[in-house]
């Protein structure tokens, strides 16, 4: 029943955002963008798409850190432009996306505050879809109790708290673990609610949200060997929501090396692939780069059906991995390393736009 | 056997350009072994150079770019100057000793990672650079980790330090640079910070071939213009008799 009343509210929404997913760059653009020799070359070749002249109207040095910030900028005015029209639950929906980037904020501006970092050089840094009134003050608190009590209660990351709450100062550790507590936290929220919404945003949304929270538990997992982090605190930090709960969380949570790791993976069909060894003569790809290849997959199928809210969240993650890639492709230019310049995720293949 | 003239006497004057006579004083054939073995251990000595500042830039473009795929698994903004603190506490000391041939030579020592409460017990200071309120202690230039932008060549000479162990209130400054980026960081960064160790204990090896390399050629300079000098003696005495 959702096809007939969905348009009501938010059929303008959908369709504006189909619009501008048409926008995304395309392989073709990306082969143009790799034969630059300089960061000029970049910005000439992108003021034909649709980025237009963000990046010719600043005045300050083209630097790649500049490219990042303006292409950052760019997306969030187009998200401004969907939450301002947004409607219940699209609103809600709408918000949960931007949860993640508040956490990240938080994170920041903790860690900043040890590093004793002026506050006003750190808030510009911050990413704007997770701005919120009080952070300014969060560099203040001392451990994360003192943080939720006297700073966050009266955010949205209230709710994400519950866990995370704990007496112990806040050093470059207990910033780690907090940050992925609430992540966590926040992860089975959004999936809850999106279960809640059901229809096609829940056939879309929670394969998505379930990979994520998988790919949270591998990475966490993989980048822990060797540091303080106990296998006990770890285990804590998995999210519950996706498709290795819980057996393979319980394996993960026991793993002591990347063999094991991929031991775990290879149990399930879509991980063991991503874990596989490359055929050699391909490129060498990070474990980070085939999960967001994988990402990506999953986001062009939400293209694919009408009528959900999937759609908004992935065209923010799709616009996301584009300015990973115009970035990636701008280090190459100025490092000169034009053999790793392909490297890059091109979103949509052939001729599914 | 160019530029010779013989004169009435049937005497040859020689000039410059001449290959050295077969008839030679013991004491030149000595001066002239030791010139060869000096110009081939120059020419060592610059294949070396050579290959180790070849490895010395592979090494930095290839920290820098691992530092790239760590901004692109992490976000931009996480692999940032924002990481790290203005103030630092170096973790390799680089020594500067001057050997008996009058060379110098350069070697790097890195700190072992101490747990907060036996820091008080060091007993090194550290000279600070820029403006504070305490006077100069010592003359270490220390070297930093990952974050440095050019690999600075200069060191100071070492004596024995007259120390004032200096007081921090916070003594937590001594830990390992990869923590700033967060506990849980991506293998490229990790790859980074192996990269620029690497390249720090490179760039004092580089410092000591260079100086070998310099005063290999002004030896070989004195060497040649003494053999010259020989040279041009000798045939002043044979002209003489």
């Known amino acids: 029943m959702a096809e007939i009343s969905f348009n009501v509210d938010h059929g303008y929404l959908e369709g504006l955002v189909r619009g501008m997913k048409a926008g995304i760059l395309t392989r073709a653009d990306y082969h143009n963008l790799a034969q630059c020799d300089t960061l000029e070359d970049m910005k000439l070749h992108l003021q034909c798409t649709d980025y237009g002249k963000t990046l010719s109207s600043s005045e300050d040095d083209l630097t790649v850190s500049l490219v990042d910030s303006k292409l950052r900028e760019n997306l969030v005015a187009e998200f401004s432009c969907l939450r301002s029209n947004a409607l219940p639950p699209l609103s809600t929906f709408l918000d949960y996306i931007t949860y993640s980037y508040m956490i990240d904020n938080v994170v920041m501006l903790i860690t900043g505050a040890l590093k004793q970092r002026d506050v006003a050089e750190l808030l510009p840094r911050c990413h704007p879809l997770g701005a919120f009134d009080q952070m300014a003050a969060v560099g203040i608190a001392r451990t994360p109790t003192e943080l939720y009590s006297a700073v966050l209660v009266d955010t949205p990351l209230a709710q994400f708290f519950q866990d995370a709450v704990s007496e112990s ?114 490129g060498f790809k990070t474990l980070e780069d085939r999960f967001f290849e994988q990402e990506v997959k999953l986001n062009t199928l939400a293209f694919l059906q009408q009528f959900h809210f999937g759609v908004f969240y992935s065209y923010i993650k799709l616009k996301e991995q584009e300015s990973r890639n115009i970035v990636w492709i701008a280090e190459c230019v100025t490092q000169r390393q034009k053999s790793k310049i392909h490297n890059y995720i091109t979103i949509f293949q052939g001729t599914e736009q | 056997m160019d530029f010779a003239i013989h004169n009435s006497q049937s005497r040859t004057i020689v000039y410059a350009k001449m290959p050295p006579p077969l008839f030679t004083t013991r004491e030149s054939e000595g001066s002239s072994t030791l010139l060869d073995e000096k110009l081939l251990r120059f020419m060592e000595q610059l294949e070396l150079l050579e290959e180790k500042r070849a490895s010395l830039n592979s090494l930095i473009e290839q920290g820098w770019f691992s530092m790239s795929k760590a901004r ?123 990269s620029f160790k690497q390249v720090l204990e490179l760039s004092a090896e580089i410092a000591t071939l260079q100086t070998a390399v310099l005063s290999t050629r002004q030896e070989l300079k004195h060497s040649k213009k003494h053999k010259h000098e020989e040279a041009s003696a000798t045939q002043l005495d044979s002209v003489a008799d």
């Open chain 2, 72 to 194: 692109y698994s992490m976000g931009n903004k996480h692999v940032s100057p924002l990481q790290y603190a203005s103030e630092m506490e170096p973790l390799v000391l680089v020594h500067a000793k001057t050997l008996d041939s009058g060379e110098l030579d350069f070697s790097t020592e890195r700190f072992e990672q101490k747990c907060c409460k036996e820091v008080g017990a060091d007993n090194r200071s550290i000279e600070e650079i820029g403006p504070q309120e305490k006077g100069v202690r010592r003359r270490i230039k220390p070297k930093e980790d990952i974050t440095k932008k050019a690999v600075n060549e200069e060191t100071s000479s070492e004596n024995a330090p007259e120390v004032t162990p200096v007081t921090k209130s916070d003594q937590n400054l001594q830990q390992d640079p990869l923590k700033w980026f967060g506990i849980l960081v991506p293998q490229s960064l990790k790859h980074a910070q192996l």
């Open chain 1, 169 to 282: 100062n806040l050093d470059e550790m207990e910033a780690e673990i907090l940050r992925n507590k609430l992540f966590k936290a926040y992860l089975e929220s959004f999936h809850s609610f999106c279960k809640n919404i059901g229809g096609a945003t829940k056939d879309i949304m929670c394969p998505i949200l379930e990979f994520e929270a998988d790919r949270r538990a591998f990475i966490i997992t993989v980048n822990s060997f060797g540091t303080d982090l106990s296998n006990a605190e770890r285990s804590a930090l998995y999210p519950a929501c996706g498709r290795l709960h819980p057996e393979g969380l319980c394996l993960l949570g026991a793993a002591q090396d990347a063999a094991q790791v991929k031991d775990v993976a290879d149990r399930y069909p879509a991980y063991k692939i991503i874990f596989e060894e490359p055929e050699p003569g391909s």
